[in-house]
């Protein structure tokens, strides 16, 4: 999503300078927005960290918190193997987070090849 679409939905000046990627559904008239992490090889906990960072900065704000409230606010997350979907679903469980924050987490293969050389915990 563009700057402005996503001040469509959630406005806030700060917003547009946080550098996530948002994503919605055009054919899913449900609302639901998605924040979207690319795993880069670091650890579980390093990125369930990021992802915690990703949603205190946000809670503040009125909009945020109604879709996080409502159920319509994912952190999706794509990784490259099915042993790092299952570490950092684990690392999540172990965090509190704000009732009903919802989570995805997707294998994305091709992760693999675009990080080369990176070491990508669980391969």
């Not at 406005?11 to 559904?25: C, F, K, L, Q, Y």
């Not at 390093?46 to 809670?59: F, G, M, P, T």
């Not at 690392?91 to 997707?106: A, C, D, Y």
Request: glycine share 8%; with cysteine.
């Amino acid at each position: 999503m563009t700057e402005q679409e996503i001040a469509s939905l959630v406005s806030s000046d700060a917003e547009t300078n946080r550098g996530i990627p948002h994503a919605v559904e055009m054919a899913d008239s449900s609302g639901m927005l998605r924040l979207v992490r690319v795993d880069l090889g670091g650890t579980p906990a390093h990125l369930v960290s990021k992802l915690n960072a990703d949603i205190r900065s946000r809670v503040g704000n009125s909009q945020y918190a109604n879709l996080v409230a409502a159920k319509k606010l994912v952190l999706v997350t794509l990784t490259p193997t099915e042993t790092k979907k299952s570490l950092i679903e684990t690392t999540i469980r172990k965090k509190s987070w704000p009732n009903g924050l919802r989570f995805s987490v997707f294998v994305t293969p091709v992760l693999c090849q675009l990080l080369g050389g990176v070491k990508t915990y669980g391969r």
